[in-house]
């Protein structure tokens, strides 16, 4: 293979010096410029230096290059030139000069909806560039059918890019006269890009990333409650949207349910593998009041076990700001104590039982449920 590269170096040195030697000041090439609305263009030998040729390509100080004689953006009459090469046409030439820099954003705004092949690059968000952005397509859509009339795309790979509209003239000018169609579903898609769901994807990547996927109450009902789940969100969705002139689309929960299934089957998977760790503590006062507690947060919920991470209140202390004077500041110190501990629970509609945490604080006026539950781990009813 060494021998190979150094073999195809050495012969495109020689084609080089070759054409170098035969080349003289004056002679016509053609360089690869991309400008003019045009990809090759005629071009001239300034100057000849070794294996390099100089060559000029208009008359501005800047249309000039120098180039190995053997470069591929050089066609030599005779040598390497294939010919067939694209060119613009007088409209097309026009287009590219006046219509395409005003229209391009704009156009390129538009072009996914138009068609998703077509790169996302934004769009308009506000009512004054919505304003503008339709405008702009009007006028477009007009100059297409008179002063463009039967624009054509510019050919060849070197102008026509995978996932771009550019220099795809007619696209650009079908774009504008579809124009009000595709205004409620670029309304709706860029929307989307603005409004999220919420905490849902959060609560998504929780359940991800926890030890023994954990899995918060709203994903539990994304997963085994998707109608009730996704009725509520499509009526918290509803005035995020109206808020750009856009309808929730039909896709705006797509990705989020594709994950909510990649996390259940997760679930399934190794939940059954769990079961529950009893508590070493107990406390049957603290325990009967969660155990209500559990069944006011999910109704028809069976607490099965229950216990405490410790036995004893821990107490913590807080202070509240209350005055001051030149010399000190005075606050009011307050005294909380707290027990915490799991329970697990068989709550209605999920396959599998599931451990939750809970939090009791003791107040003068008695107990208080500081945090029920929020997030379970699956595992066996045992």
């Not at 590219?96 to 690059?121: C, M």
């Not at 999220?196 to 918060?216: I, K, Q, W």
Request: aromatic share 12%; charged share 25%; glycine share 8%.
């Amino acid at each position: 293979m060494k021998y190979l590269f150094t073999g195809i170096f050495i012969f495109l040195a020689a084609v080089g010096q070759a054409l170098a030697q035969t080349a003289k000041v004056g002679d016509e090439v053609r360089y690869q410029c991309f400008c003019f609305g045009q990809e090759w263009v005629k071009a001239s030998v300034e100057a000849v230096d070794g294996g390099n040729v100089r060559v000029r390509f208009g008359n501005m100080d800047n249309q000039v290059v120098t180039l190995p004689a053997s470069s591929p953006k050089l066609r030599w009459p005779g040598a390497n030139s294939s010919g067939g090469e694209f060119r613009a046409d007088a409209v097309q030439q026009a287009f590219a000069a006046d219509a395409a820099p005003k229209y391009r954003r704009i156009v390129e705004q538009f072009a996914h909806f138009y068609d998703p092949k077509y790169n996302w690059t934004g769009g308009p968000v506000r009512p004054d560039e919505w304003k503008f952005a339709m405008d702009n397509l009007t006028q477009l859509d007009s100059e297409c059918r008179v002063r463009y009339n039967g624009v054509k795309d510019f050919q060849g790979i070197t102008y026509i890019k995978d996932g771009s509209v550019d220099h795809r003239f007619s696209v650009w000018c079908d774009i504008a006269a579809k124009r009000l169609q595709l205004e409620p579903i670029a309304r709706s898609g860029m929307a989307k890009t603005l409004v999220n769901l919420g905490y849902t994807d959060e609560n998504l990547n929780f359940g991800f990333n926890e030890p023994n996927n954990s899995v918060r109450m709203e994903t539990q009902e994304l997963i085994w409650e998707r109608d009730k789940w996704r009725t509520a969100k499509i009526a918290w969705l509803k005035p995020k949207y109206a808020e750009y002139g856009a309808q929730v689309p039909l896709d705006a929960m797509t990705a989020v349910e594709k994950r909510a299934d990649e996390l259940r089957d997760i679930v399934l998977r190794d939940g059954p593998k769990r079961s529950y760790q009893m508590p070493a503590n107990r406390d049957a006062a603290v325990e009967a009041f969660m155990k209500a507690q559990f069944a006011k947060e999910y109704p028809g919920a069976q607490v099965l076990k229950i216990g405490l991470d410790y036995n004893t209140w821990v107490q913590r202390k807080s202070l509240s700001y209350v005055i001051s004077d030149e010399i000190f500041r005075y606050y009011k110190v307050d005294y909380n104590s707290y027990k915490r501990g799991t329970a697990l629970l068989k709550i209605p509609g999920r396959p599998l039982c599931q451990a939750q945490d809970w939090v009791v604080g003791r107040s003068a006026k008695g107990l208080v449920a500081v945090a029920v539950g929020g997030s379970g781990t699956f595992m066996r009813c045992e």
